[in-house]
């Protein structure tokens, strides 16, 4: 999956902080929900939506949903679906109780940057 993830990443060519928060999203979202003894989505749902999920909150611009689907392997496109996506999004943001961000090294290293004058 984060191969996946990290493929998408790079075709779109997002910003290093989105690619960190979308494999963050998957994993606090597949741990929370295997303490539960739920069923994890497909691999390939899981993946897209962990990037346009990050994507929504670390880029200028939204992205689309069909265009994050073109970028699919071809043998995966039938099974994604912008109608599957927009159903484990709210499913995905409902588990993590609307908490999408973490504190990560590079915001927090940015900060301390600005704060002492060395971009």
Same mark, same amino acid.
């Given at each position: 999956?984060? =191969?996946?993830?990290?493929?998408?990443?790079?075709?779109? *060519?997002?910003?290093?902080?989105?690619?960190? &928060?979308?494999? $963050?999203?998957?994993?606090?979202?597949?741990? $929370?929900?295997?303490?539960?003894?739920?069923?994890?989505? *497909?691999?390939?749902?899981?993946?897209?939506?962990?990037?346009? &999920?990050?994507?929504?909150?670390?880029?200028?611009?939204?992205? $689309?949903?069909?265009?994050?689907?073109?970028?699919?392997? *071809? *043998?995966?496109?039938?099974? =994604?679906?912008?109608?599957?996506? =927009? =159903?484990?999004?709210?499913?995905?943001i409902?588990?993590?109780?609307f908490?999408?961000?973490?504190?990560g090294?590079?915001?927090?290293?940015?900060?301390?940057?600005?704060?002492?004058?060395?971009?």
């Amino acid at each position: 999956m984060i =191969v996946l993830i990290q493929n998408l990443h790079k075709a779109k *060519e997002y910003k290093e902080e989105t690619l960190h &928060l979308a494999g $963050s999203i998957a994993d606090r979202y597949l741990a $929370s929900i295997a303490t539960k003894n739920l069923e994890a989505p *497909e691999i390939m749902l899981m993946a897209t939506i962990s990037l346009l &999920l990050a994507a929504k909150l670390e880029q200028p611009m939204s992205p $689309s949903f069909q265009r994050m689907i073109s970028l699919l392997p *071809e *043998e995966s496109r039938a099974s =994604v679906s912008k109608e599957k996506l =927009v =159903v484990i999004e709210e499913t995905i943001i409902k588990e993590l109780q609307f908490r999408m961000h973490f504190a990560g090294p590079i915001p927090f290293l940015q900060r301390f940057q600005r704060y002492f004058n060395i971009d």
